[in-house]
């Protein structure tokens, strides 16, 4: 393989891809053939990189300077002042929130420093389309190791790592594979990767099989070998064109490569793995719901037991574990359970990768250690809160989840903390929110999407959520009682203890947690008729500062109802009895002059 003087890996995730990265990538192409380089320096596409509140961006190797919030007009300055000259451009390095000093490295800096990469182990450092540079970073080799071991001794390894389903509930995935390997069937058993991410703000399972499809497809050969599979699936839902394609071409390779198929590598071993493409129902989240839609039915859940290790995909024993679960194998059975039990903590080994959102600087995907605090996330890698805002509450989990407070902000990371903590870890989503966010109103947006995402199998999920979800409409609207708050709490539980799968149990989540943190602002809701934050529009009422105001018009001319009056050269003012507290006066105001009472 050609060496090149210098390396620019061009991530291509797609939330630097909605940022013109490939035109980055032609940019950068020209300019170095144009230059005359095009032997010294190779510009490579790799998948996310991580860093997603920065893209597009480019790494150099081997110095590792980073480049961030690259323009095509950025690139011929760059090639002649770092390739030709040798001088890195400082300008268009990263500074962290309220500093003036660039760093020109990578590993320097903080979103970076404290991550620990398993999972994403490759992020950034090879083409996920070219399964030479992946096998150049070991890639295979816990298969072939794999393939020499019985599978009873490839249980027992993952086993004794303690590796958790990354997906939700967080079962022991050693003893998940050995279920299904003792499980009765004469008609074959089924492996099955979960890639069907459906939380709002979550991009975990989406920009690993983006940047690293083959960790996942080895992780599931080594599944399959262990358990006794011979068919494999790969369930993901069709919003995500660019996972799909690089899996495809992924697949394809390891076909050529007799990694997958007919006696692989010369073991004897036969297995396949097919994709199955969602259609983006929440609900298929749900194991025995993904099963079902893999077969071709509606999906949606079945009570259990019979549990899919014994009764899965057409009635045949199946092992069903994500991506992020799947992408750790290869790494435990070539570095073996030991390393990997020594990360993390007692209860919860290893790492785990989080897509960090919402009110938050350093926006992007992280993987850390077991056990790390949400102090640790939040400020040392995710660079705090913007704007010097208070924060407020954190939401992990996905809508699945619950929001914990600022005063846990010390908790560590791990399931047991979160779920005491009245939170769960889920696939790993987590929003983080500031002073300016209502918690009756964040409870009634994910209670929303849970309703709208049951699948109605259900009574107490279909009917509980929908009834809550009224009760929360109208306390954010000022019609609420101090009963209303009661039902709730008590529908909350009951939701809780008797819907048929883990959606509907857990969908309560943000409203209990809610609750139990931030009661004081429901009282408020309730006692008050007033929005602690101002989200709520209907408890709000305007008002124009008259010696803030200049008298520019804006908001008169914006108003839907004509409550503003006011000429030019005299403050506005708002007919209370005309507004409709729609809060267009307050969103267009250049001079803050609209006040919130």
Known sequence: MKTYRSYCMVCAGTACVSNRSFHIKEAL??????????????????????????????????????????????????????????????????????????????????????????????????????IDEYIARDGYFGLAKALKMKPREIIQEIKDSGLRG?????????????????????????????????????????????????????GLIIGAYAIGANQGYIYIRNEYPLALKRLIIALEQARNYGLLGKDILGSGFDFDIKIVRGAGAFVCGEETALMASVEGRLGEPRPRPPFPTEHGIWSKPTNNNNVETWANVPSIIRRGAQWYSQIGTETSKGTKVF?????????????????????????????????????????TGGPSGGCIPAELLDLPVDYESLSEAGSMMGSGGMVVLDEDTCMVDIARYFLSFTQDESCGKCTPCREGTKMMLHLLKKITEGKGTEEDLETLEQLAHEVKETSLCGLGKTAPNPVLTTLRYFRDEYEAHIKEKRCPAHVCRQLNTYRIDPDACTACGLCRKECPEDAISGGKKQPHLIDQQKCVKCGICFDVCKFEAVCID
């Open 29 to 130: 192409e020209r300019e170095i053939e144009k230059q005359g380089l095009q032997d010294e320096i190779a510009v490579v596409t790799t998948g996310c990189n991580g860093f997603c509140a920065v893209g597009p961006l480019v790494v150099v190797h081997p110095e590792g300077i980073f480049y961030q919030q690259l323009r095509e007009e950025d690139i011929p300055y760059v090639v002649e002042e770092h390739f030709l000259k040798g001088r890195p451009v400082k300008r268009l390095m990263y500074s962290p929130p309220g500093e003036q000093t660039p760093i020109p490295k990578m590993n320097d800096i903080g979103f970076f420093k404290q991550q620990r990469l398993i999972a994403l182990r490759n992020r950034g450092l090879i083409d996920p389309e070219r």
């Open 166 to 218: 990354r997906g939700g509930a967080g079962f022991l995935t050693g003893l998940k594979w050995e279920l299904t390997r003792k499980a009765k069937s004469n008609g074959g058993k089924f492996v099955l990767c979960n890639a069907d991410e459906g939380d709002p703000g979550a991009f975990m399972d989406r920009s690993i099989v983006e940047a690293d499809p083959h960790s996942v497809i080895e």
């Open 355 to 395: 897509s960090l959102v919402g009110k938050i600087n350093n926006t992007g995907l992280v993987e850390v250690p077991m056990g790390i605090t949400l102090r640790e996330i939040i400020y040392d890698i995710g660079g705090g809160i913007p704007h010097e805002k208070a924060f407020k509450a954190v939401q």
